[in-house]
């Protein structure tokens, strides 16, 4: 069955056909009635691939992240708002995960790039040469998500990385505390290991304190990096501070751990801050103070921004900073009493 078949049963032409199948001009009622009758006789499905090729349009949104299981979970929110923003403007989804290979991101970009999506959100960790190379001519519009690329002029929805980190930082010093520990993220990510960490230093710059380089760690995201980073501070010839910044919750949580398994009480001898406000943070003993950031705003932005440059034809440099909040519960004492 195809649609001339389809034509020749309504008694009508093929452009009759098409045009009640795309809803693409007005059609007389009886005729698109007799049409739709045939239409649901037979079971008749267009060839959808056909006409999307036809059409220069694939109604398909590439979607690549580069995550571990708990950025999975970090990121849940974000994806399941991009998937609702998607969907209600009819486009589909084809979702791929990195895990963090650089090969493997610029592999998955060009398999966008051969199944032709209309545009790519890149929920992206760190960029190399190979991200320049492939980005500066891509043929399908493109926003960032959670990070900018200065290199090329790429739209990004990305979170107040660097204020949020210094209000963290400032909470703790305003909360008594001189001698504080930081936990960081790897440096090649430049929002969560490079922007965090320049506003907890200018947060203490600001207090005319300064960092205690053999309080300064860096972890890789998980809660084991964040349980070593004790060990780290342990052997600091000044002794333990009586705070720590640590720029993710799961990084938060295994130094409260570490710091149990090691006779240190949270938050009467040390106090811990944390940042994205995870599912568990408010489930810790104690209960995690941290940066909530607004992943849904995160989402929104990036998915409308990028429809847009498809709809506009070109894609506009625009930067999206969320918002943030500071979330208090019990895992920082003050100290002024």
Known sequence: MNIKDVAKMAGVSISTVSRVINNTAKVNEDTRARVEKVLRETNYRPNVLARELQ???TNTIGVLMAAGDLNLISISETLNTVTDVLRDNGYNMMLANSRFSIEEEIDILRTFQEKRVDGVLFLAHEFKEEHYNILKNYPAPIVLIGQEYNRLDVPAAIHDDFNAARDATVYLIEHGHERIGYIGCPTHDEATGVKRKKGFEF????????????LITEGDFSIQSGYDAIAHMLDSPGGMPTAIFATTDYMAIGAIKALKD??????????IIGF??????????????????????????AAYHLLECIQNGRQDKVIYTSSYTLVERESVINKKG
């Open 262 to 271: 090691n006779g240190y009480k949270v938050p009467e001898d040390v106090s």
């Open 203 to 214: 947060a203490l710059e600001s207090y005319n304190l300064l960092a205690d380089p053999t």
């Open 55 to 57: 059409q220069k349009k």
């Open 276 to 301: 994205d406000d995870v599912n568990v943070a408010g489930f810790t003993e104690p209960p995690l103070t941290t940066i909530r950031t607004d992943k849904t705003a995160v989402g929104k932005n």
